[in-house]
């Protein structure tokens, strides 16, 4: 992690489920966007991230895209309309400049690459919620959290051609290998020449990140800016979720200063604790 650093908001999902919001599926942190009551929690959390020191929010689009809905496809725009525009609020009640991403998430599980739709599907509906965060008004397009080179690079291609600044991140295994098995280096050559702003790693154990981002680092050069936002733990099939050391926002501190990336921040289970601690020691 170097000084000059571009600082991204952490969690969502996470901390409206700690806040009291049901997070259920399968529109899990989507629900917040359906009451008054979410709306206003949401709208703090981007307040606290930001009082913290995020430079970037994340708006709550994760699950706001049709697939995810289910049976309430036809809410998709609507609902991303309204988690684009609670960050945006966010924004204007701090008073400060901040930037907004919209969420670009894998259509199906983020950890089951066996599930990516075919190409005709990836294009079309990937295609249908850029445009839904486009017209929200999003600064930048954040396509995160994915587990195999062909839906990123399809959801690259759509995202490039809006004009939108767009980032790539993935998730990889303990090896520091895409969930799919592909290496991040292969994946730096089919998404650079697509012209993205940035690639790199989230959504693993914050000690696991360093591998795969010294891995874009020697494909990408000294300059080409990598983006890090790691997990406090992990999921067991036996235990469930088991917290690591990154818990503790001074040792996620710590593994983020191994990492060389110029845009980082928090996934799964980090708070605005974590992001401060960020600031604080960047």
Same mark, same amino acid.
């Given at each position: 992690?170097?000084?000059?650093?571009?600082?991204?908001?952490?969690?969502?999902?996470?901390?409206?489920?700690?806040?009291?919001?049901?997070?259920?599926?399968?529109?899990?942190?989507?629900?917040?966007?359906?009451?008054?009551?979410?709306?206003?929690?949401?709208?703090?959390?981007?307040?606290?991230?930001?009082?913290?020191?995020?430079?970037?929010?994340?708006?709550?689009?994760?699950?706001?895209?049709?697939?995810?809905?289910?049976?309430?496809?036809?809410?998709? =725009?609507? $609902?991303?309309?309204?988690? /684009? &525009?609670? *960050?945006?609020? !966010?924004?204007?009640?701090? %008073?400060?400049? +901040?930037?907004?991403?919209?969420?670009?998430?894998?259509?199906?599980?983020?950890?089951?690459?066996?599930?990516?739709?075919?190409?005709?599907?990836?294009?079309?509906?990937?295609?249908?919620?850029?445009?839904?965060?486009?017209?929200?008004?999003?600064?930048?397009?954040?396509?995160?959290?994915?587990?195999?080179?062909?839906?990123?690079?399809?959801?690259?291609?759509?995202?490039?051609?809006?004009?939108?600044?767009?980032?790539?991140?993935?998730?990889?295994?303990?090896?520091? =290998?895409? $969930?799919?098995?592909?290496? /991040? &280096?292969? *994946?730096?050559? !089919?998404?650079?020449?697509? %012209?993205?702003? +940035?690639?790199?790693?989230?959504?693993?154990?914050?000690?696991?990140?360093?591998?795969?981002?010294?891995?874009?680092?020697?494909?990408?050069?000294?300059?080409?800016?990598?983006?890090?936002?790691?997990?406090?733990?992990?999921?067991?099939?036996?235990?469930?979720?088991?917290?690591?050391?990154?818990?503790?926002?001074?040792?996620?501190?710590?593994?983020?200063?191994?990492?060389?990336?110029?845009?980082?921040?928090?996934?799964?289970?980090?708070?605005?604790?974590?992001?401060? =601690?960020?600031?604080?020691?960047?």
């Amino acid at each position: 992690m170097k000084c000059e650093l571009l600082l991204l908001d952490g969690a969502t999902g996470t901390e409206l489920n700690r806040r009291g919001v049901d997070t259920g599926l399968p529109m899990w942190s989507a629900n917040a966007l359906t009451t008054d009551t979410g709306l206003n929690v949401l709208r703090q959390i981007h307040l606290d991230y930001l009082n913290a020191g995020a430079d970037v929010l994340t708006a709550n689009t994760f699950r706001t895209h049709r697939r995810a809905l289910a049976g309430k496809g036809h809410a998709a =725009r609507e $609902l991303t309309r309204r988690a /684009v &525009a609670t *960050a945006q609020e !966010a924004v204007a009640q701090f %008073g400060q400049p +901040a930037q907004v991403a919209g969420s670009v998430a894998p259509l199906e599980d983020c950890y089951r690459p066996d599930l990516v739709p075919p190409d005709d599907e990836c294009r079309a509906e990937h295609s249908e919620r850029i445009q839904h965060l486009v017209e929200a008004g999003v600064d930048l397009l954040l396509i995160e959290t994915m587990n195999s080179i062909r839906e990123a690079v399809i959801a690259a291609q759509l995202a490039t051609i809006t004009g939108r600044t767009t980032w790539v991140s993935f998730v990889c295994d303990r090896e520091g =290998r895409i $969930l799919s098995g592909e290496s /991040v &280096a292969v *994946a730096a050559g !089919a998404l650079l020449p697509l %012209g993205v702003k +940035a690639l790199g790693v989230n959504c693993g154990p914050a000690h696991t990140l360093a591998k795969p981002l010294a891995e874009l680092r020697a494909i990408c050069g000294p300059d080409f800016p990598l983006i890090a936002y790691g997990n406090i733990g992990y999921a067991d099939e036996a235990q469930g979720w088991i917290n690591t050391d990154a818990v503790n926002p001074d040792s996620y501190l710590q593994y983020a200063q191994t990492w060389p990336a110029q845009i980082v921040g928090g996934c799964c289970g980090t708070t605005p604790e974590h992001i401060r =601690r960020l600031r604080q020691g960047g």
